[in-house]
Structure formats: structure tokens, C-alpha cells
């Protein structure tokens, strides 16, 4: 029996039609023995069909978030380079370059003959770099407090405010000045120091070299060869390279020259020797050459501060001045100062007294009112004057530094015994009224020099007070012909003097003789001024009647004689105004003076404040230094004597 299968028989595969070919590329044809393709799965009846979504949409938002990146680089880009180049090329330019000042070389001072007064020499300003002092730099916290330890002791400063330079509130600060002008032997210190700090970091990676940020700028330093000698004259230059005073503050412009720059790239506190540095250079400063002699000057300084010290004065100055030119050959005043060490300096001491005080000067001025009476006509050296022991003028009753019975003297007697009363009755003849007399006395006074600046251009110097006469009180009316109730300074003093013995011309006291620029050529000072005061006659009459002073027995100056020569000269002593209470107090002493008297050379005035101890008279104290300046002038100068007798002419007459 036949089994029949309940399976349906297989159906047999007929090919169907070709399928169409895949867009973007040929179908591959089956080959020999290749497998058939699969065909793809049927879904089953019943579930959801899963459809991929297009990419185009999220491959346009990640090109357009590419393209708002690429632009925003783009327009930074555009900024940087093109609108904001300069801005940020200016900020690197400023953190890479570092710019210091050249600091030009100051010009030297020098006496007459080329004697060095003031010179500069070789220096250093220590400098830092702040930034390198940070803890990104130094790998440590206290990196400045560090340095600051190490530099305090060498600089001589406090190491707290070294280390406050070394961290300033700019922390994008380059440069700072930790001291100026130090000697090369400080800058040397500090150098061996940093050298032994970079080696130990270089073998030690724990150590630390706190002092790779201070550097050094080359700079100058002043120093004044002779100490104290014409310190009053020199003065001084301050911690900022100027002149403080005296020829240093006058002439600052001429001796300061100008300075340099130079700017190159840095790194690490180092120059970058590949990038080109930039450089200006400095313009050296002017010599000055002066009218004062070094060896005048240092005797006249050294007479002044013995008697000043032996009178235990207050002060004292001594000008040496040449009769014909109007220069000045010595200007010394006591007490000084060094100008290489202010520290030990008394400010009341750091000026030029002989120009800025202001004092009476006493019977000195006679010889201005015994100008006036000659010039006017009034009188003769032989003229007789009756004076008495005391006069009654005005309010007041005056007398001379003595007691004495009436005095039967010549005018030239009363310049040569320095009466006050024959001075006041002598110059009452000047005009028909006392208001008359005072006009042309003032006159001459003013001619002389008196209440206008000497002309010298010098820092501090007092015109002094000259009151116009219709200002003139009771008592000055008879005071100011012998020298009080006016004042005046050293210099005008010793202009009065050079005015008599220059024929009566009054030339401008000069002090500078000229300057010598960087180029070596040397320029002339300006030509003093002159002005006629009074005649030649004139002139060679009052130089006759000096010279009683000092010959005639009678004469008050008899101490500054100089044996063979012919000295003019006059004492003063007169009543003090002391500076801090405007009253008197004290003595002025004086003597001033010229030689030889019949061809005069060189003119001496010396004054002393307030001497307490011992003599006060002018011609007791004063006469003296007279004398030994002017022997030492003369045989410096080589002034021979004339020859010539002297005049001798009367003091006193018999009535």
C-alpha cells in the first residue's frame, strides 16, 4: 500500500524578472558556483516598518555651528592684526624693550689757573627689574624681602624699604632706583654677590638667586677735591644731580649737558645681544672756569676761620678782589661746609654769607660820604673840622667810639680817627637843608652800588636796605653818613673800595671768567659793566686820605700796615641788628682796604659777627687778616712795591 506524505511537494523556483540596477553603481553578476544573493527579510505580518531619518538637517547644523566658530576666529583675528596691531605690538614692545637714561657727565669747576674745584668721577645707580623678584620668577614668596637683606648693608639703607621698591603696587613695574651714584666698589659688591648666588643655583636646584633683578646704570658722582675750600662759592649738587647751591645752582644748565637714552630687548634681566639696541647719547656738561684763586682763596679761608674760632664769632667772611677788572680772587666765609659729606653740614652754614647777609657796616661807609663832599666841592682833605665830644642833632645826641676833648681835625683827620660827629658835620654841607644833603648823599650811595644786587646773578644774594631819603628817620638822617640805619653785604663792601681804587669807575664784580663746551672751545664770560662814580681826582685824593688810616700814628688801622708798600684802607665797628630778635646786639668788625695805594691791584675786606671774646674793634681784629691776605695776594699776584712816598697829609691843626 502506498504511503501518501501529508508535506507538500517542493515548489520548484522559476527565475523572476531582473531587479532593476542600485542607483550609483553596476549590480555585481553572480559567477560559477557563487552563493545566490540572500534576499531580504520579509516583514512579518503585523509589525511596525522602522524608517532612518535624512542626515542633510544635521549635517547642515554642524556646518553652519563650524562656520559661527570660523568666524568669530576670523573677525578676533581681524582686530588683532589689523585694528588693534598697534595696541598690542606697543604692549609687547613695552614688556620685551627696558629704557634707562644716560646720565650725561657733569662739567668740572676750576680756579683761574685750571685747578680742579669741583669734578665728577666714575659712579653707579643701582637699578632692579621688580618683576623679577615675583614668586613666578623666583619659585619662592619673600624673593624681595631676601634681596632686600643682602642689599641693605652694601647701600646703606633700610631693608624694609629696599624690599617695598622690590614690591611695589605696580606689579607690571620694570624699573626702580635702589640708590643713585655709588662708587664703583658698591656696584662691585653687589656684582661678586650675584655671581656667587648664580653659581650656588647652578650646582644647587634648591638655591635661588634673589639678586638676578638688580642691575646697574653707569652714572657719575660730584666730588669736590679740596673739602671746605670756596664751598660757599661751589655749592653743592642734590640727590638728583643738580646743582643745590652756589655755581653748581647758578650755572646747573651750562654744567649738566644733556642727557642720553638707550632702549634694548631684555630677558631675565639680561640685554639680548641678537636685537639691535637703540642709543642716544649724552651730551657732556660745560667746564666752568672761575675768577677766584686757589691759593688766595685757601689763605683768606684760613686767616677768617682762625679769627672767627679765636673770637668765637658768630661768623666771618674775607673777599679778595683784583682793582681793575673786577674779579674776584677769593670769596671765604667761616664757618663752612664740605660739600662731599652734607650730612655733617649745618644749614644755617650751606650758603654764601658774603652775598646773602644783609648788615650795617659801619664806619667802612665813611668814605662814600667823604666821596660826596669832595666830588660836590664841599670840602678839602685839608679843610678844618671842629668836633666836639658830643653832637645834638634831631632827637638825638651823638658821640664817637671815645670819649675825648673837641678834636681840631682836618677832614682827612676824620677819616683818619673815624669820627662819627666831624662825618655828620661834614656832610651837612652837601645842601643848603638837611633834606637837601640827604638827597645827594643817597645819590652817591646809590652810584656806589648800594640797594641794588652786585650783578653777579649769585642764588640768595641780598641787595641789602638803602631807603629812599624822603623815608630817612630823624636818626638816620645822621646815622647813614657813618654807617648805620643802612645795610649792605660783604661784596658791595669790597666794591665800594675797588670803585676808589680803580680811579673812581665802579666795575660789576665778576666771578666767572667762562666756559668750556664738550667741543673744547672756550667761550668768554660777558664784559662786567662800568659805570664813573666819581672823578680820577677824586678818587687819587681819598686813596691819599686811606692811607692815613693805616700810616698815621693817629689812625685807627695801623695793624694792617705792610712794610713796603702803601696801604689805603678804613676800619668799621658798628652796632649788630641780630637776625633772630631785630634788635641790636653785638658788634660788626671791619676792615677794608686796597695796595699798593698809589697803583692799586687788589682790594681786602674783611668783616666778623659778633665777637664775644676779646677785642671787637674792627681795626684790632680785622686788621690783621687784612694784612695777611694781602701780603699773600700780593706776593701770589707779584705785585711789587711802587717806591713812592706816601702823601702824609694832616690829620689834626692847631687853632
Not at 527579510?41 to 542633510?56: E, H, N, Q, T
Not at 648664580?198 to 638676578?212: C, G, M, Q
Not at 638688580?214 to 643738580?242: C, E, H, M, Q, T
Not at 660739600?339 to 654764601?352: H, K, R, V, Y
Amino acid at each position: 500500500m502506498t504511503e501518501v506524505s501529508d508535506r507538500e511537494p517542493p515548489r520548484r523556483r522559476v527565475p523572476g524578472p531582473a531587479k532593476p540596477a542600485r542607483p550609483g553603481g553596476a549590480q555585481r553578476r553572480p559567477g560559477p558556483g557563487a552563493r545566490p544573493a540572500r534576499r531580504p527579510a520579509r516583514p512579518r505580518p503585523g509589525a511596525p516598518a522602522i524608517r532612518l531619518g535624512s542626515p542633510r538637517p544635521r549635517l547642515r547644523m554642524v556646518s553652519l555651528a563650524l562656520t559661527l566658530v570660523l568666524l568669530a576666529f576670523v573677525v578676533r583675528l581681524l582686530q588683532v592684526q589689523g585694528v588693534d596691531a598697534s595696541t598690542y605690538a606697543a604692549k609687547a614692545e613695552k614688556n620685551r624693550y627696558v629704557g634707562y637714561t644716560l646720565a650725561a657727565e657733569r662739567g668740572g669747576i676750576t680756579d683761574r689757573n685750571g685747578v680742579a674745584l669741583a669734578t665728577s668721577v666714575d659712579a653707579y645707580d643701582i637699578t632692579a627689574d621688580p618683576t623679577l623678584f615675583s614668586r613666578d620668577q623666583l619659585k619662592i614668596d619673600d624673593g624681595p624681602e631676601q634681596a632686600a637683606a643682602l642689599l641693605a648693608p652694601i647701600l646703606g639703607q633700610d631693608q624694609e624699604k629696599i624690599a617695598n621698591k622690590l614690591r611695589p603696587a605696580n606689579r607690571n613695574l620694570r624699573y626702580t632706583l635702589l640708590a643713585s651714584r655709588q662708587t664703583p666698589q658698591v656696584w662691585k659688591q653687589i656684582k661678586d654677590l650675584k655671581t656667587a648666588l648664580a653659581t650656588k643655583a647652578e650646582t644647587d636646584k634648591s638655591a635661588v638667586n634673589v639678586l638676578a633683578g638688580v642691575l646697574s646704570v653707569a652714572s657719575s658722582k660730584r666730588v669736590y677735591p679740596n673739602g671746605d675750600l670756596a664751598a660757599g662759592i661751589l655749592g653743592w649738587v642734590n640727590a638728583d644731580g643738580k646743582g643745590g647751591g652756589g655755581v653748581e645752582q647758578q650755572l646747573n644748565k651750562a654744567l649738566s649737558g644733556k642727557d642720553g637714552e638707550i632702549r634694548y630687548a631684555q630677558s631675565g634681566g639680561r640685554q639680548v645681544p641678537t636685537v639691535n639696541a637703540t642709543e642716544t647719547p649724552a651730551v657732556p656738561g660745560s667746564d666752568v672756569e672761575l675768577t677766584i684763586d686757589r691759593d688766595i682763596q685757601w689763605a683768606a679761608q684760613n686767616a677768617i676761620t682762625k679769627q672767627v674760632e679765636e673770637s668765637r664769632a658768630d661768623r666771618g667772611y674775607v673777599i679778595v678782589q683784583d682793582t681793575r677788572t673786577g674779579e674776584i680772587l677769593a670769596m671765604a666765609n667761616s664757618p663752612g661746609f664740605d660739600p662731599n659729606d652734607l650730612s655733617e653740614a649745618s644749614s644755617a652754614n650751606m650758603g654764601n654769607a658774603a652775598l646773602q647777609d644783609a648788615y650795617e657796616p659801619g664806619s667802612t661807609a665813611k668814605v662814600m660820604s667823604m666821596a660826596a663832599v669832595l666830588e660836590e666841592n664841599v670840602a678839602t682833605p685839608g679843610t678844618h673840622v671842629i668836633v666836639p665830644n658830643r653832637l645834638h642833632r634831631g632827637d638825638r645826641l651823638f658821640k664817637d667810639d671815645i670819649d675825648h676833648e673837641t678834636w681840631y681835625l682836618t677832614l682827612n683827620g676824620v677819616l683818619a680817627k673815624s669820627s662819627n660827629i666831624g662825618t655828620i658835620l661834614a656832610t651837612g654841607q652837601l645842601g643848603k637843608t638837611q633834606r637837601q644833603s640827604n638827597k645827594v648823599l643817597y645819590d652817591y650811595l646809590r652810584r656806589f652800588g648800594l640797594g641794588s644786587y652786585t650783578g653777579l646773578g649769585f642764588p640768595g644774594e641780598t641787595p641789602g636796605i638803602l631807603a629812599a631819603p624822603d623815608k630817612w628817620s630823624t636818626s638816620q638822617q645822621y646815622t647813614i653818613p657813618f654807617g648805620q640805619g643802612l645795610s649792605l653785604n660783604a661784596m658791595q663792601a669790597a666794591s665800594i673800595y675797588s670803585t676808589i681804587a680803580n680811579g673812581g669807575v665802579r666795575v660789576e664784580p665778576t666771578l666767572v671768567r667762562g666756559t668750556e663746551g664738550p667741543d673744547g672751545q672756550f667761550t668768554e664770560a660777558a664784559k662786567p659793566k662800568k659805570t664813573r662814580v666819581v672823578s680820577a681826582k677824586t678818587a687819587r685824593t681819598l686813596a691819599q686820605m686811606l692811607e692815613s688810616v693805616v700810616d698815621d700814628r693817629e689812625g685807627t688801622g695801623t695793624k694792617a700796615r705792610i712794610p713796603g708798600y702803601r696801604v689805603a684802607g678804613k676800619t668799621g665797628t658798628a652796632n649788630r641788628v641780630d637776625p633772630a630778635t631785630g634788635k641790636y646786639r653785638g658788634y660788626t668788625s671791619s676792615f677794608a682796604g686796597f695796595a699798593p695805594s698809589d697803583n692799586p691791584r687788589v682790594t681786602v675786606y674783611c668783616a666778623i659777627q659778633n665777637a664775644t671774646q676779646g677785642n671787637y674793634f674792627g681795626g684790632q681784629i680785622c686788621g690783621p687778616i687784612y694784612k695777611q691776605v694781602m701780603e699773600f695776594a700780593l706776593k701770589t699776584l707779584q705785585v711789587p712795591p711802587t717806591g713812592a712816598k706816601s702823601a702824609k697829609l694832616p690829620v689834626a691843626y692847631k687853632p
